[in-house]
């Protein structure tokens, strides 16, 4: 079964220090990773996707991440964290029993301090 | 460009009475549509989902229900509402032939229940 592990539910950093979050994911097949960010009363928006290709991908503010097959970790990413990052994040999978749905697994999330 | 909208923003309403919360989306066509909660600003729990006119697909027992009278409307409904439907609502679509990609999310309603 596809599954999506977010093992922090909190990550705090200073600000222009680097930051990880981090994802590990279990799929049968090939996988298909998101990152989503999610401010406060607000919808999530979508960071960054891996599909095929390098394994690092970079994505919208900044952001990027690694894909790393032998570990199964898609960690996400910035050299340099700003207060205004300060969210929750979501990793996701794509549900490869789900035909042509579209639907996502996502992790439980992570929330992002950065401190000034 | 694709836009999505939810309304209301914000509902509050009493225990056993009707709920309806529309989503619509701009600028695409026969897209796959999404209903998730999502409890005390953590996990997303996937409700409905539809990939057309129709065709509503429910992921878990509950008291709502969704119907997609349009191919770009979705509509989540309860006759009764309980004191455990309190939430934030997500609306969501993704690109119906193109199911690597990402979904797309509104800005959500939330709902609290007295």
């Known amino acids: 079964a596809q599954s999506v592990a977010q093992p922090e539910d909190q990550v705090n950093v200073a600000e222009g220090n680097p930051l990880t979050v981090k994802c590990t994911y279990s799929v049968s097949g090939n996988p298909y990773l998101f990152w989503y960010v999610q401010y406060p009363n607000r919808g999530l928006q979508f960071l960054l996707k891996?599909?095929?290709?390098?394994?690092l991908v970079k994505g919208s503010y900044g952001f990027e991440a690694e894909f790393n097959k032998s570990q199964t970790s898609f960690h996400l990413k910035k050299p340099s964290a700003l207060v205004s990052d300060s969210a929750l994040y979501f990793c996701?999978?794509?549900?490869?029993?789900?035909?042509?749905?579209?639907?996502?697994?996502f992790g439980q999330g992570t929330t992002l301090q950065v401190k000034p | 460009s694709q836009t999505i909208h939810q309304w209301p923003a914000t509902l509050v309403q009493p225990v056993g009475s009707p709920l309806s919360l529309e989503c619509t989306v701009e600028g695409t066509s026969n897209p796959n549509l999404y209903w998730y909660r999502q409890a005390a600003g953590r996990g997303l729990q996937l409700l409905f989902y539809?990939?057309?006119?129709?065709?509503i697909s429910s992921e878990v027992p509950q008291n709502l229900s969704a119907s997609r009278p349009q191919d770009r409307q979705f509509i989540l409904s309860s006759k009764k509402l309980l004191l455990s439907d309190s939430g934030f609502y997500l609306c969501a679509w993704s690109g119906g032939t193109t199911w690597n990609q990402p979904q797309h999310f509104g800005d959500g309603t939330r709902l609290s229940i007295l």
């Open positions: 539809s990939v057309g006119i129709g065709q």
């Open positions: 891996y599909i095929t290709g390098d394994n």
């Open positions: 996701a999978v794509r549900d490869g029993g789900s035909g042509n749905t579209g639907k996502l697994i």
